[in-house]
């Protein structure tokens, strides 16, 4: 099987975000791999072990999204690229969405696309579903098992809100994976080794034979959020049941419930 | 005249999101300020009686997709049926609850109709016929203003961030019947099963949370039966007690069991409880936490409830500063006091 994983590189969940200038700054966090996009790879990995194939790591982004790249080499991924184009400096979703796909018409024989559920820098949760639409292939989002796999169909499990639901989908495919997939394995030792020396071809537009896709969604304004006055207030003195009498009182005169 | 605000019902198996209500109402708010009429779109099978509940909400017709094949939710056939319909009935702004339903179809549905989407918008205004919206990014940790330059203006609204949406049984509207857009062999998806998850609370449309976290499984006073012996399972079996607790107290509130990712981790509860930056991310009125440190990936999850309560051991807990109310104590000692306590003060 060949299979194509798309990997944002974002700063690290820990990371203090801050503006500077009408300019995001995550200090000095390091940048990762998104985390939902390990599991994106975890998926992969597993289907190719199974199946036998290769999975093709794909990113668009900067020099910097090289971390992210290295690390699902450093996971076991054979192959990566990254599109780096600086005509895709304000991006929005559909035209990442539009180089993505095109990528993976370049790359070529994809049996299914991997994504991660959401990017926890922008927080969207729409590409998988855009790709899907522009490459005319069916979506398979929140998928948290696959059952079975043959030449010409996949069986997945996706887990909503609602329930689990059981699908199968004609490939090729796009498909987003949740944590309930299983935890991502670590980067061996052999593998960040090998991610380390791996050349890493990079793409502009104009190698997939496209322009660069106008952005539909401009951001006039970046902000941190208003502070928030918080009167803090601790609750305490006499016994366990005394204090959580007093809370209960203090919750009743928020009026919230 | 032509309704230009539309408005997405999302449903599942016949039953509304209440986001989707909210959708409506905010439509129609929309709708008033630009002089125009709000349509809502209700895709199913079987759906008929969402079209009336939705006229209630607030909308003057109502595109009707009532097919048998669109009974199993398919994000690619439904947004095939709305982004036709919307290439025909050109709306200036469609609005869709963020459910992740919402979430796919609007990116489908931007793809069609060549136009851009902003997603899980907290606020918005108008200016003539353009929406400027703001929205959380880096799990809220900024915001930032957002304006769609195609047309329609697809928007996925966040729930509980708009006003409570008030029913009006008087009001009447249209119902016009919309066909399915894509044919079995091009959707390509077949739903072979489903199993429904556990009855209670969608943790995003819950007014009251009560979560737990690590502390929940730290009693050293509880003896698990004799049959759990692994250390693992001893520290499971001690959380479900705590989360028991919590979710006593969650029921006297008509609220939502929420948990940290520590918890989910160790297998105390399942990941769909999960609140934070890769679990769910919620603003109830009442956010109540459990044996939570707080760590920066938890509070980007809850950080804007309206009243934090923290329960915590450790009074250096961050939790601590972003608490209205804040109890130095085990929850073992508090928490069947409060839920006692709670329960006397809301009189049930
Ligand atoms: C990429 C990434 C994503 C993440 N996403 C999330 C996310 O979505 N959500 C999330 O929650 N975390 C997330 N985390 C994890 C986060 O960093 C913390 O590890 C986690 O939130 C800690 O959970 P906790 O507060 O339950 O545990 P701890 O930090 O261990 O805190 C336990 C607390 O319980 C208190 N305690 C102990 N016993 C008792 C008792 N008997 N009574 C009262 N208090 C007691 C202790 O004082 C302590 O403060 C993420 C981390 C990463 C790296
Ligand atoms: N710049 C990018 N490069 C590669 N993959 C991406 C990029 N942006 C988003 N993705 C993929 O799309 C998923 C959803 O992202 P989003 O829709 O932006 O929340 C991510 O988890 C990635 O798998």
Known sequence: ?257 | MANKVWAFVDQFKGKALPASWEVVYTGRKLADQMGTGLAAVVIGSGVQDLAQTAIQYGADEVFLADDPSLDDYRANAYAAVLAQAASQGEPEIVLFPTSTRGREMAGMAAVDLNTGVLVDVVAMELEGDQLVATRPVYAGKLLSKVVCKGRPQLVTLRARAFEKPVADASRTGTVTATPAAMAEDEIKVKVMGYEKAEAGVSLTDASVIVSGGRGTSNNPKLDPPADVTDEAEVEIWKAQQGFKLIGDLASVLGGAVGASRAAVDAGYIPYSHQVGQTGKVVSPDLYIANGISGAIQHLAGMRSSKVIVAINKDPDAPIFKYARFGVVADLYEILPHLTAAMKERLDK
């Open chain 1, 1 to 257: 099987m060949k299979i194509i994983v798309c990997v944002k590189q974002v700063p690290d969940s820990a990371a203090t975000m801050s503006v500077d200038n009408g300019k995001v700054s995550w200090g000095d966090a390091p940048l990762v791999i998104n985390p939902w996009d390990e599991y994106a790879v975890e998926a992969a990995l597993r289907l190719t072990e199974e199946h036998g194939g290769d999975v093709v790591a794909l990113s668009l982004g900067d020099e910097n999204a090289k971390e992210a790249i290295k690390h699902a080499l450093a996971m076991g991924c054979s192959e990566a690229i990254l599109v780096n184009d600086p005509a895709m400096a304000g991006a929005d979703t559909q035209a990442v969405a539009r180089v993505l796909a095109a990528a993976i018409q370049k790359i070529g024989d994809a049996d299914v696309v991997v994504f991660g559920k959401q990017a926890i820098d922008s927080d969207v949760g729409a590409t998988p579903a855009m790709v899907a639409r522009l490459l005319g292939w069916p979506a398979l989002t929140l998928v948290s098992q696959i059952s079975e796999v043959n030449g010409s169909s996949i069986k997945a499990e996706r887990t909503m809100e609602e329930g689990r639901q059981q699908v199968e989908a004609g490939l090729p495919a796009v498909l987003s994976i949740v944590k309930d997939y299983g935890e991502p394995r670590y980067p061996s030792f052999i593998g960040i080794r090998k991610a380390s020396r791996a050349q890493v071809p990079e793409w502009t537009a104009a190698d997939m034979g496209i322009t660069a896709p106008e952005a539909m969604v401009a951001w006039p304004e970046v902000m941190e959020p208003p502070a928030r006055q918080i009167a803090n207030e601790i609750i305490e003195g006499g016994s366990p049941e005394e204090i959580a009498a007093k809370l209960a009182d203090k919750i009743m005169e928020e009026k919230v419930l």
